[in-house]
C-alpha cells in the first residue's frame, strides 16, 4: 500500500520567534475545542458554558478578585518550575515544598514562635513568609541532594515527597494542632492574616468583600526577580548553560552539583511561599485541603508560559480563571479536563517547535 | 531488472569493462536549496565492484548527492539509473528497494539489543514470533560471506565503534543492498578498526558489491579507492578519475580550488621554563579500571608535546585530568600549582585553556548563541561580568570582536552554535580558548573530522600560540599531524608513557612500534624507555638525545640474538595487539633488502598506524 503523500518530520533549524507563542494559544485554544466536544457529548451547549465561564471570572471585580486568589499560588509555583525547568532539572515536588512551607509558616502562630499580640503585623507576616520560604527550600534541599550527589532521578523523588508532605501536614492538623478533634488548626488571629483588599473597604468601599490578598505582590516581585535571574544575571547563564549542555558547563568550570542544591531550594522556596500565602492570605489556618493540585498545576502553568516569567503571569491568571469558574458548573472537574488536554496539546506541539512537518513533493526541498 | 545486478563469480571483471553497464549512473543532478546550489549539474558513475571515492570538503554536496541517491531528496533536474534503468525515488525505502544502503556517520543502534535484533528492526519478517537463533546463524553466515567479524548475540553496548559499525553495515547487506554509501565511514574510527573496514570494503568490492565512499581525507582515499570523484562547491572538479594520477597536493587543490599549504609555518625556537608537570600521575576509567599507569610528564614554554597512541590507551584519561575533569592519584603541577583534583574553574584561572575533543558534546552548548558559547568561561570577568548581572551588550561586542578575529563563519553573533559547520565550531572553540591568553592549552584531536582548510588554520593557531610562548599538550591520532606540530613527541600505550621522541628524531616507524608496547616490554634496557620528565626536564627543544640510536640498537641485538627468522618474531609484540602476526621484524633491520620487504612492511605500518603511514615516510 502506498501513502499517496508520504509526510515526514524534519529538524527545522529555524523555528520563528512566534512560533513558541502560537503553540501555546493554539495550544489552549484547541484545548478548549477539545473539551467543547466532549461538553456537546454530555448534553450541554459549550458556548453557553464558557461564556458562563467567562462571566464567572471575569464578569465582575469581586469574580477578577477570586481569580487573583487562585492565580497567587499558582504564579509562585509556576515561577519556581520554570526556575528549575530552565536547567532541565524536573521539580514535580511543588506540591510537596507548598505543604511544608504553609506548615512553618503556620508554627509561627501555631507553636508560637513571638508573642503574637504583642508583635507588630507586618513582623509576624515576614516571618511566616520567611518560614514558608525556608520550609520549601529544605525539602527542595532533599531532592536537589540526592540528585547532585548521587544522580538519583529527581522526578521519582519529588514526586514521592509531596506524598510525605501532605502526610507530615495531616499528622499536625489531626494530632497536635487538632482544633477540637478538627482535621484543621484553629483560625488564625487577625495578626497573622496577610492584608486583604476587604480590610480597606472602610477607605475604599469598592474593595469590600475582595479577597485578594498581599500574596499576588509576592507573585509580582518574584516574577521579576526571577527574569532579572534568568536573562540578566551571571547565575541565569551559568543556569542556561547547565540546562543546554551539562558537560560543556562543567567543561567551563561551573560547579554542576552546587547550582543543582541551589535551583532545588529556590524553587522550593518559591513553592512555600505560596503555601504561606494560602494559610496566611486564604484559609488563615492549616487544614487538609488547602491545594487544589495547585503544585501540579503550577507545572502545566510554566510549560504554557514556556518558563517566560512574564507568561507565567498570564498563564496563571487564566488558569485561576479556570479554577474559579470551575465552581460555577457542575461537574467541577471540567477545567480540570481543559488543564489536562492544555497540558497534552503544549506538550505535543514542541514537535512544531523542533521539526517542520514536510511532505514529499518534487522540486521543493529545503536546506537541512 | 534486479536480474542484472552482479553475482559473485564475475567478480572484478566488471571494474575496468567499458560495456559494463553502470550500478549508478547520475547525470547532471541539480539541486538547490534556498541561497545555496548544492548540486549543479553533478554527474557520479559507479560500476558494480568498484570503490568509487567522492572526495570533497565539508558542504561541497558530497552528502547532498549521496542523499539524493538514497531518495532523501529530489532533484530539481537530472536522472538516475540504476543497472540501467530510469529511476525516481520519492523515499529512502524505494532506494533501498533498489539495493541502495547508506551506512551514516552515526550509527542509529539500540544500545540494549543485540546485532541480530538491531538488523531485524524495522523488517517485516519474522512477523510475530522470533527465533533469534535462527536469525543469529543466518547473519553469522552473511557476515563470514564478507569477512565481518561480529557476535550475532552480542549487544550494542558491549562493541567498539568499529564493531558497531559493521553492524550497520550488515544491517544494509542484510537488507539485500548491492550499492553501499559509506558515509565519511572512518572519522569515528581509531587507525587500526579503519584499516580492518578498509579491508572489509575491499572484500566487498571484490564479491561484486558497489562501494561510494564519501571522505575528506586524502590519504585515505588514495589508499581505498579505485576511482574518484572530487566536489568543489556542489560541481564535480574530477569526475571517475583513476588515482595513479594523483599527488596528495593536486587531490588537496581540486577539494579547496588553491594550493594548499601541507608544511606549517612553525618557527625554531627553544623552550622556555616549565608550565605543567605530571608526576607520578594515575587513574582509572569510566569503568573503574586502570587507564593511566605512572604517567610523568613534564612541558615547557614554546613548546608542543605530542601525545600519540591508538585511541584509548588512556589519552582522553590523560586529558581529562589536566583540565580537572578526572579525579588522579600523583601530581599536576600548573606554574607551580598542584590542579590534581581540584575543580575545573581552579585549573581555568591558573591560565589553562582545553580544546576539547567532542566538541558538540562538550566544547559548545548547541542550543545557545554564539556570544554565549564564547562567555562561556570568561562570563566572570570583566567587562562581561558587572557584579551580578552579565553584561550581554559586551559579551556581544567580545563575541563579534572574536568572530571577525577568527574567521568564524555565521550570520551574526546571535546565530545558535549547532547551526555552525564542525571548521566554525571549532573556530569558535578555539577564539574562546586561545583569545584568554592561556599558559597551556590542550588540545584533543583539534583537527578531526575538519576539511583540509580548516585543518590549516587550527594548526596555525596552535603554532602561533606556541609563538607566543604559550606551552601546549597535542593529542591525536593523525600522526602527520603530530609530526608536524610537535616539538617532542610521548607516545603512550595502554597508559604508560611508552617514551619521548624529540623533534629532530622522529620516525614515523619508531612512533609506531612504540604505539603498538613494543619497546618497553621486550627490551630491558632502562635508560632507553625511561620516561619524559626526568630525563627532559632540562632537555631543550633544539638538543637532540640520541636515546633513539640506543633503542634501535637494542632492538637490532635483541632481533639478531632471539629471531633469525620471521616467524619467531611474532612475540616481539604483546599478546594484546590484534595485529600481533602481522608484525615482522623487517622495519628495525635495514640490512635487509628493502624491495623485499617494502610490501610487508606497509602493510604492517599501516596495520599500526593506520591511514596516517604514506609510502614516502619509509625511510
Request: glycine share 8%; hydrophobic share 45%.
Amino acid at each position: 500500500m502506498k501513502i499517496p503523500y508520504p509526510v515526514f518530520l524534519k529538524r527545522s533549524q529555524d523555528a520563528p520567534k512566534w512560533m513558541p507563542f502560537v503553540t501555546s494559544v493554539g495550544a489552549v485554544l484547541l484545548a478548549f475545542i477539545i473539551s467543547g466536544i466532549v461538553l456537546a457529548a454530555t448534553g450541554a451547549n459549550p458556548l453557553k458554558v464558557y461564556s458562563y465561564f467567562f462571566k464567572a471570572s471575569f464578569g465582575s471585580w469581586g469574580a477578577f478578585s477570586d481569580v487573583i486568589v487562585k492565580a497567587t499560588p499558582l504564579l509562585l509555583i509556576g515561577l519556581g518550575c520554570s526556575l528549575a525547568f530552565k536547567m532541565r532539572l524536573w521539580n514535580i515536588g511543588a506540591e510537596g515544598q507548598f505543604f511544608v512551607g504553609a506548615f512553618l509558616a503556620s508554627a509561627v502562630v501555631m507553636v508560637p514562635l513571638v508573642n503574637l499580640e504583642t508583635t507588630p503585623r507586618w513582623a509576624i507576616v515576614s516571618l511566616m513568609a520567611l518560614l514558608g520560604m525556608i520550609g520549601g527550600s529544605l525539602y527542595g534541599f532533599i531532592p536537589g541532594f540526592l540528585k547532585a550527589k548521587l544522580n538519583i532521578n529527581e522526578v521519582i523523588i519529588t514526586l514521592m515527597l509531596n506524598y510525605i508532605a501532605v502526610l507530615w501536614n495531616n499528622y499536625w492538623i489531626f494530632g497536635k494542632w487538632s482544633e477540637a478533634g478538627f482535621q484543621m488548626t484553629k483560625t488564625f488571629p487577625h495578626s497573622a492574616w496577610l492584608p486583604r483588599l476587604a480590610d480597606y473597604a472602610k477607605e475604599i468601599p469598592a474593595f469590600s468583600g475582595m479577597t485578594a490578598h498581599a500574596g499576588i505582590l509576592f507573585g509580582l516581585i518574584a516574577a521579576v526577580i526571577v527574569y532579572l535571574i534568568i536573562y540578566r544575571s551571571k547565575w541565569g547563564y551559568k543556569i542556561t548553560l547547565i540546562g543546554d549542555n551539562p558537560k560543556a558547563a562543567r567543561y567551563a568550570g561551573i560547579n554542576i552539583a552546587a547550582n543543582t542544591i541551589l535551583i532545588f531550594m529556590v524553587s522550593g522556596a518559591l513553592a512555600g511561599l505560596a503555601g504561606m500565602t494560602e494559610v496566611s492570605g486564604v484559609v488563615h489556618r492549616l487544614q487538609e485541603r488547602i491545594s487544589t493540585s495547585y503544585g501540579f498545576s503550577g507545572v502545566i502553568v510554566a510549560w504554557l508560559a514556556k518558563l517566560n516569567p512574564f507568561a507565567v503571569i498570564l498563564v496563571s491568571i487564566l488558569f485561576g480563571a479556570l479554577l474559579v469558574a470551575s465552581r460555577e458548573i457542575q461537574p467541577s472537574g471540567i477545567s480540570f479536563l481543559i488543564q489536562g488536554i492544555t497540558l497534552f496539546l503544549i506538550i505535543s506541539s514542541d514537535v512544531l517547535l523542533k521539526y517542520e512537518i514536510k511532505w514529499v513533493r518534487p522540486a521543493q526541498e529545503t536546506a537541512q | 531488472m534486479r536480474a542484472i545486478s552482479p553475482i559473485k563469480d564475475e567478480l572484478m571483471t566488471f571494474t575496468e569493462e567499458p560495456n559494463a553497464i553502470p550500478a549508478v549512473e547520475m547525470r547532471d543532478i541539480t539541486l538547490r536549496f534556498p541561497g545555496v546550489l548544492a548540486n549543479d549539474h553533478v554527474n557520479f558513475t559507479l560500476y558494480p565492484g568498484e570503490i568509487h571515492a567522492l572526495l570533497g570538503e565539508n558542504g561541497a554536496g558530497k552528502s547532498t548527492l549521496m542523499n539524493v541517491l538514497t531518495g532523501l531528496y529530489k532533484p530539481q533536474s537530472g536522472e538516475i539509473r540504476i543497472h540501467g534503468k530510469k529511476v525516481s525515488f520519492n523515499s529512502p525505502r524505494d532506494a533501498i528497494a533498489n539495493g541502495i544502503g547508506m551506512v551514516h556517520q552515526h550509527f542509529m543502534l539500540v544500545e540494549n539489543q543485540t546485532v541480530t535484533e538491531n538488523i531485524l528492526i524495522g523488517l517485516d519478517t519474522p512477523h510475530f514470533a522470533l527465533n533469534l537463533k535462527k536469525f543469529d546463524h543466518e547473519i553469522s553466515d552473511l557476515a563470514d560471506q564478507f569477512g565481518i567479524h561480529i557476535d550475532p548475540t552480542a549487544k550494542i553496548w558491549q562493541l567498539s565503534v568499529g564493531e558497531q559499525q559493521r553492524v550497520e553495515i550488515l544491517k544494509i547487506l542484510y537488507r539485500g543492498a548491492n550499492i553501499l554509501i559509506m558515509d565519511e565511514p572512518t572519522a569515528v574510527l581509531a587507525p587500526q578498526e579503519a584499516d580492518e573496514l578498509i579491508e572489509t570494503l575491499k572484500g566487498m568490492a571484490a564479491q561484486g558489491k558497489s562501494i561510494a565512499f564519501i571522505s575528506h581525507k586524502l590519504n585515505e582515499v588514495k589508499q581505498v579507492a579505485d576511482k574518484l570523484t572530487v566536489l568543489r562547491r556542489g560541481r564535480v572538479t574530477a569526475e571517475r578519475m583513476d588515482l595513479e594520477n594523483f599527488t596528495r597536493e593536486s587531490l588537496a587543490s581540486l577539494m579547496v580550488g588553491r594550493e594548499v599549504i601541507f608544511n606549517l609555518q612553525k618557527c625554531e625556537q627553544t623552550a622556555g621554563r616549565e608550565v605543567l608537570r605530571l608526576e607520578d600521575v594515575s587513574a582509572v576509567n569510566n569503568k573503574n579500571l586502570p587507564a593511566l599507569r605512572n604517567v610523568d610528564l613534564a612541558l615547557h614554554e614554546g613548546e608542543i608535546l605530542g601525545i600519540a597512541g591508538v585511541a584509548g590507551n588512556g589519552q582522553s584519561e590523560l586529558v581529562e585530568v589536566i583540565t580537572g575533569l578526572r579525579e588522579c592519584t600523583g601530581n599536576v603541577w600548573l606554574e607551580g600549582k598542584n590542579i590534581a583534583n581540584k575543580p575545573p574553574a581552579f585549573s581555568i584561572s591558573h591560565g589553562l585553556a582545553h580544546i576539547p575533543e567532542d566538541r558538540i558534546g562538550v566544547g559548545s552548548a548547541p542550543n545557545l548563541s554564539l556570544t554565549s558559547n564564547i562567555i562561556m568561561k570568561r562570563y566572570d570577568q570583566k567587562p562581561v561580568s558587572q557584579k551580578w548581572q552579565l553584561d550581554y551588550v559586551a559579551a556581544d561586542s567580545l563575541a563579534d570582536g572574536l568572530k571577525t578575529e577568527y574567521d568564524i563563519q555565521a550570520p551574526n553573533v546571535q546565530t545558535q552554535a549547532r547551526k555552525l559547520s564542525g571548521g566554525n565550531l571549532q573556530k569558535l572553540i578555539l577564539a574562546r580558548e586561545l583569545s584568554s591568553a592561556p599558559r597551556l592549552v590542550v588540545a584533543m584531536q583539534p583537527t578531526r573530522g575538519l576539511d583540509v582548510g580548516a585543518i590549516e588554520s587550527v594548526q596555525q593557531l596552535l603554532l602561533n600560540q606556541r609563538a607566543q610562548g604559550c606551552a601546549i599538550l597535542l593529542v591525536s591520532e593523525d600522526l602527520d599531524e603530530l609530526l608536524s606540530l610537535s616539538d617532542r613527541i610521548a607516545v603512550m600505550y595502554e597508559g604508560h608513557v611508552v617514551g619521548t621522541i624529540c623533534s629532530g628524531d622522529f620516525d614515523i616507524n619508531q612512533i609506531g612500534l612504540m604505539m603498538t608496547g613494543t619497546i618497553p616490554q621486550d627490551l630491558k634496557s632502562p635508560s632507553s624507555v625511561e620516561d619524559s620528565s626526568g630525563s627532559n626536564e632540562n632537555s631543550s627543544i633544539s638538543a637532540p638525545s640520541s636515546r633513539f640510536d640506543e633503542v634501535l640498537d637494542h632492538v637490532k641485538s635483541f632481533e639478531e640474538s632471539s629471531s633469525p627468522s620471521e616467524e619467531a618474531d611474532q612475540s616481539v609484540t604483546p599478546p594484546e595487539e590484534p595485529s600481533e602476526e602481522d608484525l615482522p621484524p623487517s622495519e628495525i633491520l635495514p640490512e635487509e633488502d628493502p624491495e623485499l620487504n617494502l610490501s610487508e612492511k606497509e602493510r604492517v605500518l599501516r596495520k599500526v598506524l593506520g591511514e596516517k603511514y604514506q609510502q614516502g615516510d619509509v625511510e
